[in-house]
């Protein structure tokens, strides 16, 4: 079994990442162009579903991007919600007087 930890690191030319989760599908060879990227797709994308707050363990999720923000394309296998989940890293919000 590969060391996770290992591959994690060499393939985080971004910097140091924390310990990857178990995943069931192998990982690019670290150096690969996308190493990175899937590492941190692993670490970051949505773990249970919006709608329902099932496992997406058996759903599908999709990273692509725009700009910035990193967009999880999420369908859950539970309830059938689609829908897209963003990482963003700032966001101006207006609150209500109260
Ligand atoms: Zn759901």
Not at 19 to 31: C, I, K, T
Not at 60 to 87: M, P, Q, Y
Request: net charge negative; hydrophobic share 40%; with cysteine.
């Amino acid at each position: 079994m590969p060391d996770l930890n290992e591959e994690a690191r060499r393939a985080a030319h971004h910097g140091p990442m924390p310990a990857l989760p178990p995943d069931p599908y192998r990982l690019p060879p670290p150096g690969d162009w996308f190493a990175s990227d899937a590492a941190h797709h692993l670490l970051d994308k949505p773990k249970f579903c919006p709608g329902c707050s099932a496992a997406l363990d058996r759903g599908l999720i999709t990273e692509w991007w725009s700009g910035t923000d990193r967009v999880f394309l999420t369908w859950c296998a539970a309830c059938k919600w689609t829908g897209n989940v963003v990482l963003f890293d700032r966001a101006i919000i207006e609150e209500p007087e109260h």
